[in-house]
T-cell receptor, first 114, second 116 residues
Framework: DQQVKQNSPSLSVQEGRISILNCDYTNSMFDYFLWYKKYPAEGPTFLISISSIKDKNEDGRFTVFLNKSAKHLSLHIVPSQPGDSAVYFCAASGTQGGSEKLVFGKGTKLTVNP | DTGVSQDPRHKITKRGQNVTFRCDPISEHNRLYWYRQTLGQGPEFLTYFQNEAQLEKSRLLSDRFSAERPKGSFSTLEIQRTEQGDSAMYLC??????????????FGPGTRLTVL
């Protein structure tokens, strides 16, 4: 049973426009959420995170929104650049003790066209 | 370079052979994780160390897999009697560990294992 779901395997946007990547989760114990970016043959690179006590976190062109009642989060990239083309993974963890291991979605491949 | 490093980057082996991978975490990080990623999937948790203690293992980690972190520094992951189903990218991550305040994990480049 997938606890973290990214239902769009791919997304294509024009350079300069907004990219919106979505993620849903099912486990109510998750209280910390992260987005990672991955290029082929490299490990995931941490982008941005959000705690469940917040509903928005911004870092430059990247903003993550969290809707706890809907168990949904999204990553907005504005403006999108060709270098943003990569696979984006949503991850979740529970921070109340234990390993705080990350549970990942299957990823969304973003293509930003010049 | 002060990031997470992994060695080797690629390993091709024949079924039935043993393989060992190494991970060097970011030096001040006390938490170390191993994940496995197969094609079309996100990384899946295998095991976790807090300093030198292995505190959690996934059911994915069969008895052919063993991991160590002597002295709480680098870690090794050994797979005995490899099977074709072990072919995957093996990822190591480390973090400072800040329970209750979030746990950003930083990943190495991975070791790509191919079992023929």
């Amino acid at each position: 049973d997938q606890q973290v779901k990214q239902n769009s395997p791919s997304l294509s946007v024009q350079e300069g426009r907004i990219s919106i990547l979505n993620c849903d989760y099912t486990n109510s114990m998750f209280d910390y959420f992260l987005w990672y970016k991955k290029y082929p043959a490299e490990g995931p690179t941490f982008l941005i995170s959000i705690s469940s006590i917040k509903d928005k976190n911004e870092d430059g062109r990247f903003t993550v929104f969290l809707n706890k009642s809907a168990k949904h989060l999204s990553l907005h990239i504005v403006p999108s650049q060709p270098g943003d083309s990569a696979v984006y993974f949503c991850a979740a963890s529970g921070t109340q003790g234990g390993s705080e291991k990350l549970v990942f979605g299957k990823g969304t491949k973003l293509t930003v066209n010049p | 370079d002060t990031g997470v490093s992994q060695d080797p980057r690629h390993k091709i082996t024949k079924r039935g052979q043993n393989v060992t991978f190494r991970c060097d975490p970011i030096s001040e990080h006390n938490r170390l994780y191993w994940y496995r990623q197969t094609l079309g999937q996100g990384p899946e948790f295998l095991t976790y160390f807090q300093n030198e203690a292995q505190l959690e293992k996934s059911r994915l980690l069969s008895d052919r897999f063993s991991a160590e972190r002597p002295k709480g520094s680098f870690s090794t992951l050994e797979i005995q009697r490899t099977e074709q189903g072990d072919s995957a990218m093996y990822l190591c991550a480390s973090s400072l560990g800040s329970s209750g305040r979030g746990n950003e994990q930083f990943f190495g480049p991975g070791t790509r294992l191919t079992v023929l």
